[in-house]
Antibody, heavy 117, light 102 residues
Framework: EVQLVESGGGLVKPGGSLRLSCAAS????????MNWVRQAPGKGLEWVSS????????YYADSVKGRFTISRDNAKNSLYLQMNSLRAEDTAVYYC??????????WGQGTLVTVSS | DIQMTQSPSSLSASVGDRVTITCQAS??????LNWYQQKPGKAPKLLIY???NLETGVPSRFSGSGSGTDFTFTISSLQPEDIATYYC????FGGGTKVEIK
């Protein structure tokens, strides 16, 4: 069974940093693209970033470009999102999702990031 | 960036009704369009991929069609368990359609 477990969320002040992790199991992690999607409280889904299976291709939404960095460690079956220069509008539940590029087939349960002073 | 415009933003229908949601892309995306269902407090679930392919295990009352810039998602006979918000997606997501029972 595919399992994706996010961690690292919490309360951070504006301008601060946070690193999210996603631990994957139940599938061949190194064969699949991975993605981060977020959802602000009461709002819709927003794609954040995607990384190909070998990290050769990386994409970001304009809203996070230059502030967030996606990475993965295939030896550890783990996905990461380094978030710097955080803003109030980054407050959201952050989901990791696996699948082919652009198709989010399996999802974690999410981790809440709150940016507030 | 490609923008996805979804309509309506909400709808109310009776059990057994046919429900249709549309999604328009700001440029030609071929058939690279997916549909997701999200229930309150839960992660989204992939229902339809590549515009018209039903994900494994998803009931056949769900279907999708379209190509290029215009896409349609249909629930052929609305069931109480279908109450959720539905999103189209091609990297970026549409704004969502909240489906309620009348």
């Amino acid at each position: 069974e595919v399992q994706l477990v996010e961690s690292g969320g919490g309360l951070v002040k504006p301008g601060g940093s946070l690193r999210l992790s996603c631990a994957a199991s139940g599938f061949t992690f190194s064969s699949y693209s991975m993605n981060w999607v977020r959802q602000a409280p009461g709002k819709g889904l927003e794609w954040v970033s995607s990384i190909s299976s070998s990290s050769s291709y990386i994409y970001y939404a304009d809203s996070v470009k230059g502030r967030f960095t996606i990475s993965r460690d295939n030896a550890k079956n783990s996905l990461y999102l380094q978030m710097n220069s955080l803003r109030a509008e980054d407050t959201a539940v952050y989901y990791c999702a696996s699948g082919s590029t652009g198709t989010f087939r399996n999802w974690g349960q999410g981790t809440l990031v709150t940016v507030s002073s | 960036d490609i923008q996805m415009t979804q309509s309506p933003s909400s709808l109310s229908a009776s059990v057994g009704d046919r429900v249709t949601i549309t999604c328009q892309a700001s440029q030609d995306i071929s058939n690279y369009l997916n549909w997701y269902q999200q229930k309150p407090g839960k992660a989204p679930k992939l229902l339809i991929y590549d515009a018209s392919n039903l994900e494994t295990g998803v009931p056949s009352r769900f279907s999708g069609s379209g190509s290029g810039t215009d896409f349609t998602f249909t629930i052929s006979s609305l069931q109480p368990e279908d109450i959720a918000t539905y999103y189209c997606q091609q990297f970026s997501f549409g704004g969502g359609t909240k489906v309620e029972i009348k």
